[in-house]
């Protein structure tokens, strides 16, 4: 499978919203530890190891 | 029951310091440890004498490695001493890991019933080479040399010329063949030269043996972050004699010296164990490396066990694994130094192991990475399973606390024969042979002790009443090749079929020896001296078994000698 990168998401504010109202007053240390939760539940409901991949890729791409 | 005392084995002079000049021997093996042991009984099961050397004169010093797999037993079994290592150890099949006060996570290794070996034994490693020294001794074709340091090795040619120091001075042998199973720090490796490459892993270990009456059940017990070892691993483990094994994660910055002394461990201990009367028996710090040799086989001078390869002992994939190096060039060998398969095959025990070692490597590096994130990141990570692995059976599935010794699967051989015809399930060529029930002459038995340690034949004729007479002719004709196939007959239970002489029939009670192979009427499992499939028909031909025989013994046609 491929992974998804065109718009999927209904309301994109609405998340965005949702993802740093779930960060609010947490120490960065509490937030890296939410967002590794958070990566793993998704990881797991992905489940296709090529999905996953490809996400990885992507979200390394320029940065080192 | 009396705490354990390591016996002193006498320096006894050989006859070898006396002669004229250095004697010739067809094998020495350096190191009596497991492996060392181990490979000097299969040599000698297989006819060939060998000189043990060891520069110490006593058993393990306290308990070391503790846990013995499935197949380690089996391996023992064929070796002639696997009953007494299972009777005087613990046998286990399952796990718990805990996070702080919650377990996580819990596991059984062996679901299936109908083996004759659990999925792991608990015993020291002293009890263990007490039994492999009982054994070897048994052979009459293993001269012990204790106090015998090997301190030089030259290599030229048709023989390897040893240098061993004793307490009443040196002297030299000839050999043909050196097999180092001489430790991690492999005094033989470091002489020749040559490397092993890896990761040195940056945390420390307290280790201690605790005799203790405790009624906790036997399993293996792995906690994350206890209340009473805060941020750092735990690990419990039952031995025999009431001995356990305790294992804490210290850190890198421990001292080892500090670390070591009772007063400090003790305490530690305490916090643990909490009221309970408990002696401590030895104690320990150890690290560790994950590392292997590029290839263990170097002229005429082959590496097993950690002098090999090391890794994490979390998994148990270490004297396992080493004693799955010895039965793998156990036969191989064997056959080289009787002239019956050229040196090639010894470049398999290499190819086979390393990537054998390869793939415990890898399950040491994860657990390794788990149990020792090595960057913030991946202790966030690491922690993140564990929280939701409270909750979630998902996250369970990733907590690593070692991925429990699993033997190889052999499945890139160049000694297998590849399917020619269709079959599922686990016993693809160069798996080890599963385990059944059979019944031998109205006698219960297990597949595994009735095959032999030479190349075995498995013909299922379930539902036959005859054998054809073509089956029965080639089976026959195999036993008496060069490289001889004795082939086992497998039938239902009370299968009334009449066998050649000399042919064993296996009733396949509970008709699991067919499940686990896949078999029908008619098919045939070629398996290896060291119980590896080496590859399987449908249906029986003599003449493409035999040619998988030359295969698996680097004798096919046009390979140069």
């Known amino acids: ?64 | 029951m009396g705490v354990f005392q390591n016996p002193v084995f006498e320096y006894v002079r050989s006859p070898d310091q006396d002669a004229p000049a250095p004697v010739r021997h067809a094998v020495a093996v350096v190191g009596a440890g497991p492996v060392g042991l181990a490979a000097a009984i299969d040599l000698a099961q297989h006819g060939l004498p060998t000189v043990l050397l060891d520069d110490d004169s006593t058993v393990s010093v306290g308990s070391r490695s503790v846990c013995y797999a499935k197949r380690t037993l089996e391996i023992l079994d064929r070796l002639g001493c696997g009953e007494r290592v299972a009777r005087r150890g613990v046998g286990w099949n399952a796990g718990r890991v805990y996070f702080q006060d919650i377990q996580v996570y819990s596991f059984t290794l062996m679901p299936e019933p109908g083996n004759r070996r659990p999925a792991f034994v608990n015993l020291q490693q002293y009890y263990l080479e007490e039994i492999l020294l009982e054994q070897a001794r048994a052979t009459g074709k293993v001269d012990l040399r204790w106090k015998s340091r090997v301190v030089d090795l030259r290599q030229d040619g048709p023989g390897v010329a040893l240098r061993i120091e004793t307490p009443d001075g040196a002297y030299g042998i000839v050999c043909d063949w050196v097999v180092v199973c001489d430790g991690a720090r492999s005094p033989l490796r470091q002489m020749m030269g040559l490397e092993c490459r890896g990761e040195v892993i940056r945390d420390r270990f307290l280790i201690a043996d605790v005799l203790m009456d405790a009624d906790y059940p036997v399993e293996r017990w792995f906690w994350f972050d206890p209340p009473f070892h805060p941020n750092h691993s735990a690990l419990l483990h039952r031995q025999a004699d009431n001995v356990w094994r305790i294992d804490l994660q210290l850190g890198w910055d421990a001292d080892p010296d500090e670390e070591r002394r009772p007063e400090r461990v003790v305490p530690r201990l305490r916090q643990m164990l909490g009221d309970r009367e408990f002696e401590l028996l030895w104690v320990g710090v150890y690290s560790f490396a994950c590392r292997r040799m590029e290839r263990f086989r170097h002229g005429r001078v082959l590496f097993a066990g950690d002098a090999a390869h090391q890794m994490s002992p979390f998994g148990a994939r270490g004297t396992n694994s080493g004693i799955q190096d010895a039965d793998n060039l156990g036969w191989k060998l064997a056959m080289v130094a009787s002239g019956m398969a050229p040196v090639e095959l010894l470049d398999s025990y290499s190819d086979e192991r390393v990537a054998a070692a390869d793939e415990n490597l890898l399950h040491a590096a994860r657990s390794t990475e788990f149990i020792t994130p090595k960057s913030r990141m991946s202790r966030t990570f690491r922690d993140a399973v564990l929280l939701l692995a409270r909750s979630y059976p998902f996250a369970r599935r990733m907590v690593n606390s070692g991925r429990l010794s699993v033997p190889a699967v052999l499945r890139d051989s160049a000694l297998n024969t590849a399917d020619a015809d269709l079959f599922a399930g686990p016993m693809t060529p160069g798996a080890p042979a599963a385990d059944a029930p059979v019944v031998v002459n109205g006698e219960l038995r297990w597949l595994l002790e009735c095959l032999g340690n030479r190349f075995n034949g498995m013909y299922f004729a379930h539902g036959m009443s005859v054998l054809p007479g073509e089956v029965a002719a080639g089976i026959a004709s195999l036993t008496l090749d060069r490289i001889p196939v004795e082939t086992r007959v497998v039938v239902e239970p009370g299968n009334p079929i009449e066998l050649p002489p000399g042919v064993m029939k296996l009733e396949d009670y509970e008709d699991l020896a067919a499940q686990r192979y896949d078999a029908g009427p008619g098919t045939f499992y070629l398996l290896r001296p060291d119980q590896h499939v080496c590859t399987r028909w449908r249906a029986f031909d003599a003449q493409r078994a035999r040619q998988a025989v030359l295969r698996a013994t680097c004798n096919e046609p046009g390979r140069s000698d």
Do not use: W
């Open chain 1, 1 to 64: 499978m491929k992974l998804t990168v065109e718009a999927n998401l209904a309301d994109p504010d609405e998340f965005y919203a949702m993802l740093i109202e779930a960060h609010r007053d947490l120490s960065d240390e509490q937030s890296q530890l939410l967002n590794a939760k958070l990566i793993l539940l998704l990881a797991n409901h992905v489940g296709d190891p090529e999905v996953l991949r490809q996400a990885l890729d992507a979200a390394r791409e320029g940065i080192a």
